[in-house]
């Protein structure tokens, strides 16, 4: 068990459809991460939040929104979702967000597109 | 900008082999090296890193090290096991700033009674 929690564990839905995803990190770590794994895309990393701010974007997509609140748990929001939405959606926390920090990843939210 | 390139797999070995998956990185600076593991239905867990040249991270029977001079971090272990059946991940992290950590594609390991 990493600490890290993620909700829901599995997510079905339709196109055109919005959702959030939640995470909350270990405790006392201030930066969250948030991944796609995809089969034909692997593993891509969308945005990095520390201590509540945006730190890193990646791949995200603008129909894809992030935020970090106060408590520190984190919500990944998707909206006017596709069928290649679907996918492995994976929080990560570390102690403070530098690049030597080891990232502990939550069990992941599967989400299907229908 | 930063990558990382790791050998295709899937690798299927029979138990107690001896285990090789190659990486490679391109970075600027002198980033720190991870390699992460995946095992069926899981998220990706730490299984060791090295954060300078030279370095040498073990855990759990693998090991891997810093080369600086040809840039690589190849995993390796001695002997491996069915329970080490997962997927492999390296990946970097850039020194200085809030930058993000880049991983590889990973690496499918099968090991086979």
Same mark, same amino acid.
């Given at each position: 068990?990493?600490?890290?929690?993620?909700?829901?564990?599995?997510?079905?839905?339709?196109?055109?459809?919005r959702?959030?995803?939640?995470?909350?990190?270990?405790?006392?770590?201030?930066?969250?991460?948030?991944?796609?794994q995809?089969?034909?895309?692997?593993?891509?990393?969308?945005?990095?939040?520390?201590?509540?701010?945006?730190?890193?974007?990646?791949?995200?997509?603008?129909?894809?929104?992030?935020?970090?609140?106060?408590?520190?748990?984190?919500?990944?929001?998707?909206?006017?979702?596709?069928?290649?939405?679907?996918?492995?959606?994976?929080c990560?926390?570390?102690?403070?967000?530098?690049?030597?920090?080891?990232?502990?990843?939550?069990?992941?939210?599967?989400?299907?597109?229908? | 900008?930063?990558?990382?390139?790791?050998?295709?797999?899937?690798?299927?070995?029979?138990?107690?082999?001896?285990?090789?998956?190659?990486?490679?990185?391109?970075?600027?600076?002198?980033?720190?090296?991870?390699? /992460?593991?995946?095992?069926?239905?899981?998220?990706?867990?730490?299984?060791?890193?090295?954060?300078?040249?030279?370095?040498?991270?073990?855990?759990?029977?693998?090991?891997?090290? /810093?080369r600086?001079?040809?840039?690589?971090?190849?995993?390796?272990?001695?002997?491996?096991?069915?329970?080490?059946?997962?997927?492999?991940?390296?990946?970097?992290?850039s020194? &200085? &700033?809030?930058?993000?950590?880049?991983?590889?594609?990973?690496?499918?390991?099968?090991?086979?009674?």
């Open positions: 068990d990493s600490g890290v929690t993620q909700t829901p564990k599995h997510l079905i839905t339709a196109t055109g459809q959702v959030t995803l939640r995470c909350s990190p270990r405790s006392g770590d201030l930066s969250v991460y948030w991944y796609q995809s089969l034909d895309q692997g593993l891509q990393f969308l945005i990095q939040y520390y201590n509540g701010e945006e730190r890193a974007k990646g791949n995200i997509l603008e129909r894809f929104s992030a935020q970090q609140f106060p408590d520190l748990h984190s919500e990944l929001n998707l909206s006017s979702l596709e069928l290649g939405d679907s996918a492995l959606y994976f990560a926390s570390s102690l403070s967000g530098g690049n030597s920090d080891t990232q502990y990843f939550g069990p992941g939210t599967r989400l299907t597109v229908l | 900008g930063d990558s990382v390139t790791q050998m295709e797999g899937p690798v299927t070995l029979s138990e107690e082999a001896f285990l090789t998956i190659n990486c490679t990185y391109t970075a600027t600076g002198y980033p720190s090296l991870f390699w /992460y593991v995946q095992y069926p239905g899981e998220g990706l867990q730490l299984l060791l890193k090295a954060t300078k040249a030279d370095d040498k991270g073990s855990n759990k029977g693998f090991e891997a090290t /810093y600086k001079e040809t840039t690589s971090f190849h995993l390796e272990k001695g002997s491996v096991q069915v329970s080490d059946s997962a997927v492999y991940f390296c990946a970097l992290g020194r &200085g &700033g809030y930058q993000k950590v880049t991983f590889g594609t990973g690496t499918k390991l099968q090991v086979i009674p």
